[in-house]
Structures are given as C-alpha cells and as structure tokens.
C-alpha cells in the first residue's frame, strides 16, 4: 500500500507535551553502511519516527539518510522524531555532554528530538549524574525530551529520588511472550510512555501460541508481524520493529485498517511467559 492510502500514524503525547508518532523504525543490527538506504526506504515508505543509538554504531549512516532525503532541516525536520540512546560507559555529566556533541555531529542534525540513557547499570549507578547533562540539553534546545531505557521500577525510582523528574518514556523489551507487566503498571502509575523494543521478539513470536498468532493473522487478512504490532498499537504502546526491507517496512506500518476483536487480543494477552529475547537489565551493559 502506498503512503498516501495508509492511515496516519497517531501521536503520544508524553507528560511534558511532546508529541511521538506511535510507530518508528529500529535501526539495530544494521551496519553504518547499510543504514542508509534501509532510513531512505522507510522515510519514503511514511516513517516519521527513527530509533537509534550510539551503540549501534552507525549514526552516521543515518545522518547521512537523513541528509539524502531532505528530512535534516527545514519543514521535513520538524515532521520527523529522531531518538538516540547514549552509551553505558559515556554516562556521567562531562562524559555525556561530550559524546552528545560527537552524536548529533554524527546525525547531522541541530536536535534530537528523544535522547535516552540506555541502561541503567545499576552495579555502576551514574544516571542521576547524566542526568542533570541531558537537562542541560534540554535547556539549550539541543533535545526535545528525555528518556531511559529497560528501567526497572527501583531505577525509575532512584532517578526520581535523584533529580524529581520522571522521564517521559521507558524503553523496554516488550513482546506477546515478555509483556512485562508489573514494569508498565508502573509506568502507566507515573504517566511514563512505555515504548516496546523487540516488539516481535526479533521475530520469534511471530509464530507464538503454537499457531495462535498465525490463526489471528488469517482471520483478519494481514501477516502476523501486523497482528502482534496491532495488538501493541491497541495497548497504547509506542513501537520500533526493525526491518531493513521496503516491503514489510511498509508491512509493519500498515496497521490501521483493522482491529482485533476482544477474544483476539486477549488470545495474544495470554501467550505472555518467562522468557526474554535480550538481556537482563540488573546485570547487562552495552558498553
Ligand atoms: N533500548 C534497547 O536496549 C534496545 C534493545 C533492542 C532493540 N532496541 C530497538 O528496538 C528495535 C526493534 O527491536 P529488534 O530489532 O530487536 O526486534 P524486532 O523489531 O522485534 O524484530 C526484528 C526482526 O524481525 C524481522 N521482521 C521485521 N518485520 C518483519 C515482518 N513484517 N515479517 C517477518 N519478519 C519481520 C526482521 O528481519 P529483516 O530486517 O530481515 O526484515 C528482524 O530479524 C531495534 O532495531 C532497536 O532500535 C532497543
């Protein structure tokens, strides 16, 4: 389906007024080279939303898209939401104002619209201190609003404590089989976005439930990656699925001709579980 017959993607709009489009691209596992067409394809596929992050170690190459397609200043700058996530081993005030500098040189842009601590390492707490740097950023109008990533309550709280700010999303794995529920209850209690990565469990939910999604999937005429997506869009979550073809780029952003009745929905509800798809936010860091 081509962009101007797919519905809009809807605005969330996060507890200091800014406005996210509930649907972005995910740009891990892609390489600096290889980044670019896979930007170009999606922005000309409808996308107003990229997700990246230095460690993914091609934010040049998403520049460099960005740049192409005339989406860097301008009008087309302002339609567009670019999140980047700052390295574990550059937190601190110094360090992550440092690296801000060397990102959004990188992406070629003024702003960043989200900008996010992306884990909390808790074995080497140093986010109430990035902190008070991203406020900075935000006060100089380099970044539009401030998040975090896989933040377990005691961290949310911890910031919190920290610096009397909630952020306004929470980016977490969040997949049919990792629904992670206690995290979101709490983040829906302190008005916290929750944005779903891995929203397809890197594509192994997308045959979950012995044949449950695949089942719902055919009785509403769309493939199960548009099941599951759909059914995070009815939660209210914000999604990043990653692809680097045109085709299912389109596919992923095509989920608003449809709904799921109740008994579909709450069949997908079910298949929650105890396996996660990436890594254990007490102990990981990315480095
Ligand atoms: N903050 C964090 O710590 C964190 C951690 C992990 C991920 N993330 C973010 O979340 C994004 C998405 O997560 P993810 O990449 O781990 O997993 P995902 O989006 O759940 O799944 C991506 C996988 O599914 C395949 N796929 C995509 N669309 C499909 C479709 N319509 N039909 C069949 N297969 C499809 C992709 O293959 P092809 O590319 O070959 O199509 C890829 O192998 C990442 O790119 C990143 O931006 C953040």
């Not at 067409?37 to 990246?52: K, N, Q, T, W």
């Not at 091609?58 to 390295?87: D, I, P, S």
């Not at 997308?206 to 493939?223: D, M, P, Y």
Request: charged share 25%.
């Amino acid at each position: 389906m081509s962009e101007q017959h797919m519905s809009p993607v809807p605005m969330i709009r996060l507890h200091d007024g800014t406005e996210i489009p509930q649907v972005g691209l995910g740009v891990l596992r892609i390489d600096d080279e290889g980044v670019t067409p896979v930007v170009e394809s999606a922005l000309a596929a409808g996308y107003r939303h990229i997700d990246g992050a230095a460690g993914y170690n091609n934010e040049g190459g998403v520049g460099r898209a960005l740049v192409n397609a005339g989406y860097a200043t301008g009008e087309r700058r302002r339609e567009l939401w670019v999140t980047t996530k700052l390295r574990d081993s550059e937190q601190g005030y110094d360090s992550a104002l440092k690296a801000f500098d060397r990102q959004i040189g990188l992406l070629q842009l003024e702003y960043v619209d989200m900008y996010m601590i992306h884990w909390p390492t808790p074995f080497d707490w140093r986010s109430g201190e990035t902190w008070k740097a991203f406020v900075r950023l935000r006060e100089e109008g380099r970044v539009r609003t401030l998040g975090v990533c896989n933040f377990l309550p005691e961290h949310l709280e911890r910031l919190h404590e920290e610096t009397g700010e909630w952020p306004t999303v929470n980016q977490i794995e969040l997949h049919p089989t990792w629904q992670q529920r206690e995290v979101t209850a709490f983040c829906r209690e302190h008005g916290i976005a929750v944005e779903a990565y891995s929203p397809m469990a890197r594509g192994a939910d997308l045959n979950a439930g012995n044949g449950t999604v695949e089942r719902i999937a055919a009785a509403n005429g769309v493939s199960p990656a548009q099941a599951i997506l759909r059914w995070h869009i009815e939660n209210g979550t914000i999604i990043i699925p990653k692809s680097v073809h045109a085709e299912r780029q389109r596919e992923n952003l095509d989920l608003f001709g449809f709904e799921l009745t109740p008994e579909e929905h709450a069949a997908i509800d079910a298949l929650d579980g105890p396996t996660r798809a990436g890594h254990d936010p007490l102990t990981f860091s990315y480095a």
